[in-house]
């Protein structure tokens, strides 16, 4: 048997507003991602790009908030069960460390391409 409450809207927001607090607050990679979205929100919303451009853009620019948020959820899984060195804990940072960098890889080549694409 799951040791999960009935579904409730609300409070499963509460639930995602606090981690989206406490990723804020303690994680100092999310806040420089959350800046940088913050300062090209308004790009996607003024460029002159077709819908389907502005939405590719908009995606991967959540897309590196989304990994970064997963990475950190790795990462305190990981040092909830051990702090001490292990390789496998080693290799599960690692891949969620690759989580980021590729999502930040499909951002930067999206981005790229849709706006070579507009200014040529």
Do not use: C
């Not at 939405?55 to 620019?61: C, D, G, P, Q, S």
């Amino acid at each position: 048997m799951r040791n999960q409450p009935k579904y409730n809207f609300f409070k499963n927001t509460s639930y995602a507003l606090k981690g989206l607090k406490d990723l804020i607050k303690t994680e100092s990679s999310f806040k420089i991602e959350l800046i940088i979205t913050i300062i090209l929100l308004p790009i996607i919303v003024f460029i002159d790009a077709s819908l389907t451009n502005k939405a590719l853009m908009f995606i991967t620019l959540m897309g590196m908030l989304l990994a970064e948020a997963t990475n950190s959820a790795i990462e305190r899984v990981v040092d909830l069960v051990t702090l001490e060195h292990h390789h496998m804990a080693g290799r599960a940072k690692d891949m969620g460390s690759a989580i980021v960098f590729l999502s930040i890889f499909i951002f930067v080549i999206t981005w790229a391409i849709v706006l070579i694409d507009i200014y040529n």
